[in-house]
C-alpha cells in the first residue's frame, strides 16, 4: 500500500498506551491516594475511630487491588491464589 493511506497505518500501528498509563500512574494514583488520607484524616476527626477502622479494611483490599493492577503482575498473582486453592 503506498500512499498517505500507507502512511496513516503505519503511524496507527504505532500507537501504545504506554505514555498515558505513565500518566495516570504519576497523577491519579497519588491524587487518589491523597484523597482517601483526607477522608480517613477527617472521619478519624470526628472520633469515628471504628468507622476509620471499618473503612480501612476496605482501602487496603482496594490499594491492593491498585497496586496489582498498576505492577501489571495480575496473571502471576492470579496463578498464585489459584494455586493455593488448588494445590
Same mark, same amino acid.
Given at each position: 500500500?503506498?500512499?498517505? +493511506?500507507? *502512511?496513516?497505518?503505519?503511524?496507527?500501528?504505532?500507537?501504545?498506551?504506554? !505514555?498515558?498509563?505513565?500518566?495516570?500512574?504519576?497523577?491519579?494514583?497519588?491524587?487518589?491516594?491523597? !484523597?482517601?488520607?483526607?477522608?480517613?484524616?477527617?472521619?478519624?476527626?470526628?472520633?469515628? *475511630?471504628?468507622?476509620?477502622?471499618?473503612?480501612?479494611?476496605?482501602?487496603?483490599? +482496594?490499594?491492593?487491588?491498585?497496586?496489582?493492577?498498576?505492577? +501489571?503482575?495480575?496473571?502471576?498473582v492470579g496463578e498464585f491464589l489459584a494455586n493455593l486453592i488448588v494445590g
Amino acid at each position: 500500500m503506498t500512499g498517505p +493511506g500507507a *502512511n496513516a497505518l503505519w503511524y496507527a500501528q504505532q500507537l501504545t498506551t504506554g !505514555g498515558l498509563q505513565g500518566w495516570i500512574q504519576q497523577n491519579i494514583v497519588p491524587l487518589i491516594l491523597l !484523597g482517601i488520607a483526607i477522608i480517613m484524616l477527617w472521619i478519624g476527626g470526628r472520633g469515628d *475511630n471504628a468507622g476509620v477502622a471499618r473503612r480501612s479494611i476496605g482501602l487496603l483490599i +482496594g490499594l491492593i487491588a491498585l497496586g496489582i493492577a498498576v505492577s +501489571g503482575n495480575g496473571p502471576r498473582v492470579g496463578e498464585f491464589l489459584a494455586n493455593l486453592i488448588v494445590g
